[in-house]
């Protein structure tokens, strides 16, 4: 029924200083940031060490969900989401073991929900998914957590080791940076103007 624990998800006032937090304070890595405007939110996943998953919503004006829950509860702990392979199977199970749920919709193509009230689960507001992983986070990085969803090929491309080295001749130094069949190589004299843009890139926006 259960397949896994997806994230954890946080409510919060300000993204750019959460983003702050767990990215630059914790050593997180940014995975995918999705609005959803007609619900006045947005969603921003998170990866923590090799499995964890974060999940952070804020809201975009007045009036939405998480606008309403910062407004009567604060930041905090909104939802936990687990993945199952079959929502109507599993609501089904839960209602059988006398667990009521609610909720039940798809509000995005790829992705169905359903809920258990905290009343009903010690507090916490659990959310059921039936959704595939690598649908929800940018292409081209597989987190380790994600990797049983990837083909094997894939999965395998995410654990060649990240080597950097010297080629070329004296006259026309080169610095190869290679990650199993894929390498790149620029100029030496070019190294300084690459390490810039990628400090860009890695700033807090």
């Known amino acids: 029924m259960i397949r896994r624990i997806d994230h954890v998800s946080v409510a919060v006032r300000d993204l750019a200083r959460a983003r702050s937090f767990f990215v630059d304070a914790l050593g997180g890595r940014v995975l995918y940031t999705?609005?959803?405007?007609?619900?006045?939110?947005?969603?921003?996943?998170?990866?923590?060490?090799?499995?964890?998953?974060?999940?952070?919503?804020?809201?975009?004006?007045?009036?939405?969900?998480?606008?309403?829950?910062?407004?009567?509860?604060?930041?905090?702990?909104?939802?936990?989401?687990?993945?199952?392979?079959?929502?109507?199977?599993?609501?089904?199970?839960?209602?059988?073991?006398?667990?009521?749920?609610?909720?039940?919709?798809?509000?995005?193509?790829?992705?169905?929900?359903a809920y258990i009230h905290p009343k009903h689960a010690f507090g916490v507001l659990i959310?059921?998914?039936?959704?595939?992983?690598?649908?929800?986070?940018?292409?081209?990085?597989?987190?380790?957590?994600?990797?049983?969803?990837?083909?094997?090929e894939k999965a395998g491309a995410e654990r060649e080791p990240l080597t950097v080295q010297k080629v070329g001749t004296d006259d026309h130094p080169q610095v190869e940076i290679r990650k199993g069949e894929k390498a790149l190589q620029i100029p030496e004299k070019d190294l300084a103007v690459l390490i810039r843009s990628l400090e860009r890139l890695q700033s807090p926006r």
């Open 34 to 113: 999705g609005p959803m405007p007609e619900e006045k939110y947005r969603w921003t996943t998170i990866e923590l060490g090799t499995s964890c998953l974060l999940e952070l919503i804020d809201p975009l004006g007045e009036g939405g969900f998480v606008d309403e829950f910062l407004k009567k509860r604060g930041e905090g702990l909104h939802h936990v989401t687990i993945q199952v392979n079959n929502l109507e199977e599993t609501c089904r199970t839960l209602q059988s073991r006398g667990v009521p749920t609610f909720g039940m919709r798809q509000p995005v193509p790829g992705w169905k929900e």
């Open 127 to 152: 959310q059921f998914a039936e959704f595939n992983p690598l649908d929800w986070i940018e292409p081209g990085y597989i987190p380790a957590a994600y990797r049983e969803f990837a083909s094997p």
